[in-house]
């Protein structure tokens, strides 16, 4: 390989130590910015964009007469193409930053802060009134939250308020540090990576540092500030702190282990540059080293000497977990520690495994016989050499590099037996994806362990927040990955901006086409529609919203939709279509909560047999939760007839007799009304004549009787049980009860009072008009058999055996079979005959019968 090939050409080792970082230049930038010291920057992590606005402390030429004078924030790409331009009229910006799904967080004095995503689409958010009152002096903005400053007063305390997540959730106040100035310095150790996962501010002030969280603010205790600059290292276990007199001093998050002193004056004037030369930040290159940028030079500090790195301008740095990246006016350059399987493989005399497999692909190349003699001379370790190529691979940038690595590790596969090559796929897969958004039009300088840290997924949600949908569906396609998300936001970029060639809107069909075609096409017809609808409605495309929702084939998806748009004939029909109870109830009462009563039961009763289900599910629900919804249901459908049921049910669980009344004359009046339900009218007519005499009963027993909603039998019974038996006759007679059923009912209360003499002297008074038979079974059967058998003889004589038999007087049955000459039936008694000494003299008659 010629110098320009060569990997180690953009190496550097670390004076007095073994280590070695490389400084890619990435990207030779094109745009309009000349000196980065002119704004006011934030870069997002893991090859993100970069926001910058024209600093307001430093000297501008004066605007030409017309021109804003708003503020404005421009967005580029790492690569310095424009992405769009975000003008601002919320007052001033205390500070700007990026989430982790790279949205622009801009953060004003009085607690305002918008979220624009890259179209320039934003929400908009308030850290309250606490905020706007005290003033906002300072934030730090971190991937998901950030921590703002309050107390831009004089003499006011400093304050600390934190949001969590960016769904404008109720900022949490921190403790109070106890300072009445804003700090020298100040960071923040992220939550994900702090032990407690709870975020901690770091303030420098005075000598100090003050560690605060939302419990309590604790003093460090240091002696050696102030402190002009704070910043923890991305995995949070370490601390790099610039003094007063621009000495870096590196330590361990806790403050007990010193692990670097430097002194960045002595380093700067070795390097050629002034001395006293103004630090302008501080940032960590992953978690090995420390990026000092002065102007004009950088210093990369490590635990030995520092490397020296110059630019002919100022530069800004965005710290990754795997190294720096580094822009210039003119270039974006990547720092980063050379990992040791590159040392390996690259390193000039390395005699590892891995170099020596790399070796040998490049004489196989050439043909020469000494590629298989080096393969055989590293069989034991040729499949960790082989794996360590394959690692490597990910770490090169350089195409022809990472084709010649992955080939030297498929020539070394050929060699092994056995070997998984899954790694292998995968890395090759993963290369061609960050090979493409490296790309200068994407401008996305993804490493291989960010790419892993941030997952695939990740980085399609970030080309589709660039437009680049052609992209990231052929890379979910590569990966095999679903392209909904992508598809989605197509489909709602498009719906946003669908325009003709004459610059007006296409129309609804043409657009609902399009992407129903194109989501058949590439999502198989899995794609969920809902979510664009949704867009649709919010654009104020509502007829493109209902035609998009009719392709949505989950109703759970669109029924809630569609209640949004207030379509709710559509949903109420799409839940009853759908079969899910549930669903149909969801809407129901959602319409119930709305809607007019008048308007709900109307929708519901003009259906017709199409929303019959949702009918019934209503009736359903309201007879067991509300019962007035139910009343009112019934009233407005003109159903007198169920209306009646409904206030008889209500009766029969009433207590009050005059509110039990008023529900029966509520269900007469409804019968009343129905030319069907004549007998039903009459009939709550005797109900009320009887309601009025049980209340009539009860005041004669003063109350110590409940007659009240008993039936017309239950009213006779306990007025003979507690002898009212002049009354027991008079709902006799007035409710023209049957002789028959009087019999029954006297005969069961007299039973149970025990008045076996008071039951004879009934039954001798007239002709039993039930008969004789049924007193003795129900006798027999309340366990009064002896008192039953009183009636046997007044039965005629062939049933006077079985009855007998029921009173178990079996010697009285055996003389009936004889009596009547049966032979067959007294055997059959003598079956049955539980008595033993019945059972013999049942069987001497038996032996004796003639």
């Not at 290292?233 to 282990?257: E, I």
């Amino acid at each position: 390989m010629d110098d320009e090939e060569n990997p180690t050409a953009s190496w550097a080792a670390m004076p007095d130590s073994s280590a070695f970082y490389r400084k890619l230049s990435v990207y030779q930038l094109q745009w309009p910015i000349h000196d980065l010291s002119d704004y006011v920057i934030a870069g997002a992590r893991y090859g993100g964009p970069l926001a910058l606005m024209r600093d307001a402390t430093k000297m501008l030429a004066m605007p030409r007469m017309g021109s804003s004078s708003r503020q404005s924030i421009q967005i580029f790409s790492s690569s310095g193409e424009a992405i769009n331009t975000i003008s601002w009229d919320q007052g001033r910006i205390i500070r700007f930053g990026w989430t982790f799904d790279e949205r622009l967080v801009v953060l004003n004095e009085e607690g305002i802060y918008r979220l624009y995503d890259l179209r320039g689409d934003y929400a908009q958010h308030s850290l309250g009134p606490e905020a706007g009152e005290m003033g906002v002096i300072d934030a730090r903005i971190y991937e998901n939250g950030l921590v703002a400053m309050t107390g831009a007063m004089p003499g006011t305390s400093i304050g600390l308020l934190e949001v969590k997540g960016w769904i404008g959730g109720k900022p949490i106040s921190l403790a109070s540090p106890g300072l009445t100035e804003p700090p020298h310095a100040w960071s923040i150790v992220p939550p994900d990576v702090f032990i407690s996962r709870h975020v901690e501010v770091l303030l420098a002030s005075e000598a100090t540092i003050i560690a605060v969280d939302a419990l309590e603010a604790a003093d460090q205790h240091l002696a050696r500030g102030p402190f002009l600059h704070v910043a923890p290292s991305p995995n949070g276990k370490r601390l790099a702190l610039l003094t007063a007199t621009n000495v870096l001093w590196v330590v361990s998050s806790d403050f007990q282990n010193s692990l670097v002193e430097f002194d960045v004056n002595a380093a700067a004037h070795d390097a050629g540059a002034s001395s006293g030369a103004l630090v302008q930040y501080v940032q960590w290159c992953g978690d090995d080293a420390v990026f000092v940028g002065l102007d004009g030079l950088t210093l990369l500090v490590g635990p030995g000497p520092s490397l020296p790195y110059f630019y002919p301008s100022a530069t800004f740095a965005v710290s990754e977990i795997d190294g720096i990246r580094v822009f210039s006016a003119d270039t974006c350059d990547f720092v980063q520690k050379v990992p040791k399987n590159a040392l390996d493989v690259f390193l000039p005399g390395s005699t590892e495994p891995s170099a020596i497999l790399h070796d040998a692909w490049m004489h196989f190349t050439k043909r020469s016989p000494r590629a298989d003699e080096a393969v055989r001379h590293i069989r034991p370790e040729l499949a960790s050499a082989v794996d360590a190529c394959v690692d490597i691979a990910g770490w090169e940038w350089n195409v022809r590099t990472q084709r010649a690595l992955l080939n030297a590790a498929k020539y070394g596969r050929a060699f092994l037996d056995s070997y998984n090559p899954t790694d292998f796929v995968l890395m090759g897969q993963t290369l061609k994806v960050l090979n493409a958004v490296r790309f200068y039009e994407i401008g996305i300088p993804i490493t291989y362990a960010q790419f892993v840290h941030t997952s695939p997924s990740h980085l399609l949600v970030r080309l589709t927040a660039r437009s680049q949908h052609l992209l990231a569906l052929r890379i979910a396609a590569y990966l095999s990955m679903k392209p909904d998300a992508v598809l989605k936001h197509w489909a709602s970029a498009k719906i946003a901006r669908a325009k003709k060639a004459d610059g007006s809107s296409e129309d609804d069909a043409t657009v609902c086409k399009t992407i129903v075609e194109k989501f058949n096409q590439l999502g198989g017809g899995e794609v969920s529609y809902a979510d664009i609808a949704r867009r649709a409605w919010e654009v104020g495309r509502l007829a493109l919203a209902i035609q998009l929702l009719e392709h949505e084939p989950r109703p759970a998806d669109q029924v809630p939709l569609l209640l949004e748009m207030k379509d709710d004939k559509r949903a109420l029909l799409k839940a009853v279509d759908s079969g899910d109870t549930d669903l149909v109830y969801t809407v129901l009462l959602d319409l119930h909560r709305r809607l007019p009563l008048g308007d709900f039961f109307r929708m519901v009763e003009d259906g017709g047999p199409r929303l019959a289900p949702a009918a019934n599910l209503l009736q359903v629900y309201a007879r067991q939760q509300d019962r007035e919804m139910l009343r009112d249901f019934y009233y407005a459908d003109d159903r007198r007839v169920a209306s009646a049921i409904l206030a008889l049910e209500e009766a029969v669980g009433m207590d009050d007799p005059a509110a039990k009344a008023a529900s029966i004359k509520a269900a007469q009046k409804f019968f009343s009304e129905d030319k069907g339900s004549a007998f039903e009218a009459k009939m709550m007519d005797e109900n009320l004549r009887l309601l009025a005499f049980q209340q009539e009963l009860e005041k004669d027993v003063d109350h110590k009787v409940k007659f009240v909603g008993l039936s017309v039998s239950e009213t006779i019974k306990l007025c003979l049980v507690n002898g009212l038996s002049k009354k027991a006759e008079r709902v006799k007679k007035d409710w023209a009860v049957p002789d028959k059923r009087f019999w029954y009912i006297k005969l069961q209360a007299l039973t149970q009072l025990g008045d076996f003499e008071g039951l004879s002297q009934f039954v001798k008074s007239k002709k039993s008009p039930i008969g004789y038979e049924p007193i003795v079974h129900h006798l027999a059967e309340t366990g009064h058999a002896k008192e039953a058998l009183a009636y046997v003889p007044l039965v005629e004589q062939k049933k006077r055996v079985d009855l007998y038999a029921a009173c178990g007087d079996w010697q009285a049955a055996g003389k009936e079979c004889i009596a009547l000459k049966d032979r067959t039936r007294l055997e059959n008694v003598t079956r049955m005959c539980t008595d033993a000494l019945a059972r013999r003299e049942l069987e001497t008659m038996l032996r004796s019968f003639g």
